[in-house]
């Protein structure tokens, strides 16, 4: 394992406590390690390594741009994933978002399945659709709506060690 990778794993771990705990990912651990990523992929592979470092976490950070700007992603969700392209470049990214969106649909899907009141929040969604065809804007309730939320730095961190696992490949 390299440098590089190690301290990626430490920085993948913290982020995952703090999400689960706190229900949020610090500027304090991201900061350090972006600029850690940056002089270690500079060091070890020179102008090409910086060029890649800083090509994935601009990848990194556009593929979560859209889903934060619409308010259903963290800023410290975008800036994880671009801190994963800067120690890993840009096909990792990539992969690990493919990986990233299959675990956090599968854990939408099962939070939808097995919380309770599954059938009034089909039968919710399903009035809402159809209100918007008549121009009614869908009211949900704040409360309940956090209530269903996960941490998604969970996905994050787990399409990362998914990429890991399987070299980088999507299967």
Do not use: W
Request: charge should be positive.
């Amino acid at each position: 394992m390299t440098v590089i990778n190690a301290l990626l794993f430490i920085v993948l771990l913290i982020c995952l406590v703090t999400d689960l705990k706190e229900r949020k990912i610090y500027n304090k651990v991201l900061l350090p390690a972006f600029v850690a990523a940056l002089l270690l992929n500079s060091f070890f592979y020179g102008l090409s390594g910086l060029g890649d470092a800083l090509l994935g976490s601009l990848i990194g950070f556009a593929i979560l741009l859209i889903p934060y700007l619409m308010g259903g992603m963290g800023a410290g969700d975008v800036k994880l994933l671009a801190v994963i392209g800067a120690f890993q470049g840009p096909i990792f990214v990539v992969v690990t978002a493919i990986y990233m969106a299959l675990l956090g649909g599968l854990v939408g899907l099962a939070m939808l399945i097995f919380r309770k009141g599954l059938i009034q929040r089909v039968r919710n969604l399903f009035r809402a659709i159809l209100n918007m065809r008549y121009g009614i804007k869908p009211q949900f309730n704040q409360q309940s709506t956090l209530k269903m939320t996960f941490p998604y730095g969970v996905a994050i961190v787990g399409g990362a060690v998914a990429s890991f696992l399987l070299d980088g490949v999507v299967m």
